[in-house]
């Protein structure tokens, strides 16, 4: 009881003080930004009193964006007793003559936009008579075809003197409405334009002042009672010693991302690339970040300080249908991945939850999809879990990154995107040239590097360019320090490919048929020296112990890289590591030939997987984009 009367009594006596201090009105500026992926978090440098006292600094003009409860403040050589967000409901005073200003050149514009529109009515009619004009004066003078005479050409009341005059006159009418009819168009494009500069400007006064749109609406006529929440905070500090003070006070903030970008070059042999990575800032906070020191995260600030909650896991029995474990092969869909990324965004949600209800559900949703992880390891062999935690271990990204941008940066806030530069870069790679006739006539080029700069390289897009001209876009996939990677740098123009079916030949013996498929793969090469390229085709395979699948001629050339080997070849994907000549096309191109057999009952036929076919690619596809991209 006296700990409890204690309590209060040191609660009101800090309201008390509270109430006693008087408001200083304190200079700050934005020192330092942290740019989480959708917030950030604000860090002001506050400017004290040097006199010892109590004081009740106040931050005004605050952004409207500032989350409530994330209000902090710090200092070495302050006591902070308490900080608070405040709000207070200002009246709006509307710059009328802004506002009308541009409401009479949208009104003026409209008004000459409809002119205008009588206009090309007007002409429109001209031109229709022109046409009857023109119409009735051939029908007079015959068929095209007829030569007429000159008693023939009086009697259809023209003479040989009316004729080129009235050739003329039409020529010369067309022309005119013609040249009429481009003038209105051309003004009433430009009368478009201006109207919608001056809607999206009017569009940006009414967001300043916090108007929203209404239909029909006209500002002048908008309630002068309008009201804007002014948001300022308040620090409570006592000082004990005269001088100066450092005081901080950070909140964190909405309307703030960044994504990542890259652009890459390469240029001759392509034995090294540079690398530019870049941040893509978007920052419509509502306060312009001046000369700041920013740090760019990917880390998730938490909102929601609770532990989360480990329920327990209830099982029974079910009748066994005979049927043994799952054996998936490679090529399926790694269940234990997809079961783990629903995990991390619960995990996102979960962070972010502020309200009880709120963080049950997400409680629930955690313990229901780790209930999902251990189903899948109770389910399936031991091979296939130690394979799907295998990959999940290659891909998984890290949990926060961090990147401090050198020097001050200024960063205003407005709707369109800005750029900060995190780092530039030379990295060793290796250029390397695919063809693949059997989906397209082009060859490809890309680099394998590794990553050697300190920081990670996060997921994101790049612009490509290859002896200065650009090439196109890509993606990088999230590579960590050490690990390799892969960027296309889009076609070769100088190298072409082709695949033809040379032969195929069917034979049947007792009852078992036999397919034999020869093809032949040709590359031209319009460059003046020898390119190594990967030549690329697969053979089908199948899990059908009916139906065996070889491949004959082409066998022994086949490239003996062990990941290809280990990940590709199973799958039927054929691999040739080829040294194309120099200049060599037409009759001289290079040509690779190669086949294989598939042997089966004579009574059955070759038959794709039907609709499953669409997943399966995009299984497959997705498979190797992950492998290519993380090696």
Same mark, same amino acid.
């Given at each position: 009881?006296?700990?409890?009367?204690?309590?209060?009594?040191?609660?009101?006596?800090?309201? @008390?003080?509270?109430?006693?201090?008087?408001?200083?009105? $304190?200079?700050?500026?934005?020192?330092?930004?942290?740019?989480?992926?959708?917030? $950030?978090?604000?860090?002001?440098?506050?400017?004290?009193? %040097?006199?010892?006292?109590?004081?009740?600094?106040?931050?005004?003009?605050?952004?409207?964006?500032?989350?409530?409860?994330?209000?902090?403040?710090?200092?070495?050589?302050?006591?902070?007793?308490?900080?608070?967000?405040?709000?207070?409901?200002?009246?709006?005073?509307?710059?009328?003559?802004?506002?009308?200003?541009?409401?009479?050149?949208?009104?003026?514009?409209?008004?000459?936009?409809?002119?205008?529109?009588? =206009?090309?009515?007007?002409?429109?009619?001209?031109?229709?008579?022109?046409?009857?004009?023109?119409?009735?004066?051939?029908?007079?003078?015959?068929?095209?075809?007829?030569?007429?005479?000159?008693?023939?050409?009086?009697?259809?009341?023209?003479?040989?003197? /009316?004729?080129?005059?009235?050739?003329?006159?039409? &020529?010369?009418?067309?022309?005119?409405?013609?040249?009429?009819?481009?003038?209105?168009?051309?003004?009433?494009?430009? *009368?478009?334009?201006?109207? %919608?500069?001056?809607?999206?400007?009017?569009?940006?006064?009414?967001?300043?002042?916090?108007?929203?749109?209404?239909?029909?609406?006209?500002?002048?006529?908008?309630?002068?009672?309008?009201?804007?929440?002014?948001?300022?905070?308040?620090?409570?500090?006592?000082?004990?010693?005269? @001088?100066?003070?450092?005081?901080?006070?950070?909140?964190?903030?909405?309307?703030?991302?960044?994504?990542?970008?890259?652009?890459?070059?390469?240029?001759?042999?392509?034995?090294? &690339?540079?690398?530019?990575?870049?941040?893509?800032?978007?920052?419509?906070?509502?306060?312009?970040?001046?000369?700041?020191?920013?740090?760019?995260?990917?880390?998730?600030?938490?909102?929601?300080?609770?532990?989360?909650?480990?329920?327990?896991?209830?099982?029974?029995?079910?009748?066994?249908?005979?049927?043994?474990?799952?054996?998936?092969?490679?090529?399926?869909?790694?269940?234990?991945?997809?079961?783990?990324?629903?995990?991390?965004?619960?995990?996102?949600?979960?962070?972010?939850?502020?309200?009880?209800?709120?963080?049950?559900?997400?409680?629930?949703?955690?313990?229901?999809?780790?209930?999902?992880?251990?189903?899948?390891?109770?389910?399936?062999?031991?091979?296939?879990?130690?394979?799907?935690?295998?990959?999940?271990?290659?891909?998984?990204?890290?949990?926060?990154? %961090?990147?401090?941008?050198? @020097?001050? !940066?200024?960063?205003?806030?407005?709707?369109?995107?800005?750029?900060?530069?995190?780092?530039?870069?030379?990295?060793?790679?290796?250029?390397?040239?695919?063809?693949?006739?059997?989906?397209?006539?082009?060859?490809?080029?890309?680099?394998?590097?590794?990553?050697?700069?300190?920081?990670? !390289?996060?997921?994101?897009?790049?612009?490509?360019?290859?002896?200065?001209?650009?090439?196109?876009?890509? /993606?990088?996939?999230? /590579?960590?320090?050490?690990?390799?990677?892969?960027?296309?740098? =889009?076609?070769?123009?100088?190298?072409?490919?082709?695949?033809?079916?040379?032969?195929?030949?069917?034979?049947?013996?007792?009852?078992?048929?036999?397919?034999?498929?020869?093809?032949? *793969?040709?590359?031209?090469?319009?460059?003046?020296?020898?390119?190594?390229?990967?030549?690329?085709?697969?053979?089908?395979?199948?899990?059908?112990?009916? !139906?065996?699948?070889?491949?004959?001629?082409? $066998? #022994?050339?086949?490239?003996?890289?062990?990941?290809?080997?280990?990940?590709?070849?199973?799958?039927?994907?054929?691999?040739?590591?080829?040294?194309?000549?120099?200049?060599?096309?037409?009759?001289?191109?290079?040509?690779? #030939?190669?086949?294989?057999?598939?042997?089966?009952?004579?009574?059955?036929?070759?038959?794709?997987? @039907?609709?499953?076919?669409?997943?399966?690619?995009?299984?497959?596809?997705?498979?190797?984009?992950?492998?290519?991209?993380?090696?």
């Amino acid at each position: 009881m006296k700990r409890l009367i204690f309590s209060l009594f040191i609660l009101l006596q800090a309201f @008390g003080l509270h109430a006693e201090l008087q408001a200083v009105k $304190a200079q700050s500026r934005i020192a330092n930004v942290i740019l989480y992926r959708s917030q $950030a978090l604000v860090s002001r440098d506050v400017t004290v009193p %040097e006199l010892p006292g109590e004081y009740a600094l106040e931050l005004e003009s605050l952004p409207a964006s500032v989350l409530p409860g994330t209000l902090f403040a710090s200092s070495k050589d302050l006591d902070i007793i308490s900080v608070r967000l405040s709000a207070e409901y200002l009246p709006i005073e509307l710059p009328k003559d802004r506002f009308a200003q541009i409401e009479e050149k949208i009104k003026q514009t409209e008004e000459e936009l409809h002119a205008l529109q009588i =206009g090309k009515s007007k002409l429109s009619v001209n031109i229709e008579f022109l046409k009857l004009l023109q119409g009735q004066y051939i029908a007079k003078l015959g068929p095209s075809a007829t030569a007429l005479t000159e008693k023939e050409v009086q009697v259809g009341g023209f003479d040989f003197k /009316t004729i080129p005059e009235m050739t003329e006159f039409l &020529f010369k009418k067309r022309n005119e409405f013609a040249s009429e009819t481009n003038a209105l168009e051309s003004r009433e494009r430009s *009368l478009n334009q201006e109207l %919608e500069m001056q809607k999206e400007k009017l569009t940006a006064l009414r967001h300043e002042f916090g108007i929203r749109e209404e239909a029909n609406a006209s500002t002048q006529q908008a309630a002068p009672d309008m009201r804007k929440t002014v948001h300022k905070a308040i620090i409570y500090v006592s000082k004990q010693k005269p @001088g100066k003070s450092q005081l901080s006070a950070g909140y964190l903030v909405l309307n703030a991302s960044w994504s990542p970008a890259y652009n890459v070059r390469i240029s001759g042999a392509g034995k090294e &690339f540079s690398l530019e990575y870049i941040a893509h800032v978007r920052q419509t906070t509502g306060e312009d970040w001046n000369s700041i020191s920013l740090t760019l995260s990917t880390a998730t600030p938490s909102a929601n300080a609770e532990i989360p909650i480990l329920a327990p896991m209830w099982v029974n029995l079910a009748e066994n249908s005979g049927a043994e474990e799952q054996t998936q092969s490679v090529i399926d869909v790694n269940p234990i991945a997809k079961t783990l990324s629903v995990q991390k965004a619960n995990v996102t949600k979960f962070k972010l939850k502020k309200d009880a209800q709120g963080e049950l559900a997400d409680n629930i949703s955690l313990n229901y999809n780790a209930n999902e992880v251990q189903c899948i390891e109770f389910q399936n062999k031991k091979e296939n879990l130690r394979r799907w935690y295998d990959d999940v271990k290659k891909t998984s990204t890290q949990i926060a990154v %961090e990147y401090a941008i050198k @020097g001050s !940066l200024t960063l205003s806030s407005r709707n369109d995107e800005q750029m900060a530069t995190i780092l530039t870069a030379k990295i060793p790679c290796s250029l390397y040239y695919e063809a693949v006739p059997l989906l397209a006539g082009f060859v490809s080029r890309g680099i394998e590097a590794t990553n050697i700069i300190e920081q990670p !390289l996060l997921a994101g897009s790049y612009s490509a360019f290859a002896d200065g001209q650009y090439v196109g876009t890509g /993606t990088i996939g999230m /590579t960590a320090k050490g690990q390799q990677f892969v960027i296309g740098f =889009g076609i070769d123009p100088q190298l072409r490919c082709e695949r033809e079916l040379l032969d195929k030949n069917a034979n049947k013996s007792w009852g078992d048929r036999t397919e034999t498929y020869k093809y032949r *793969l040709s590359i031209d090469n319009y460059k003046t020296e020898a390119v190594a390229i990967r030549l690329m085709d697969r053979i089908p395979v199948t899990k059908d112990k009916g !139906l065996k699948i070889l491949i004959e001629q082409g $066998a #022994d050339k086949l490239c003996k890289d062990p990941e290809y080997m280990e990940f590709d070849y199973p799958k039927g994907i054929l691999r040739w590591d080829v040294s194309v000549p120099p200049s060599s096309f037409g009759a001289s191109a290079f040509k690779f #030939d190669y086949s294989f057999k598939m042997e089966f009952d004579s009574d059955m036929r070759i038959s794709s997987q @039907g609709q499953a076919v669409q997943e399966q690619i995009k299984d497959d596809i997705s498979n190797f984009e992950r492998r290519r991209s993380k090696k």
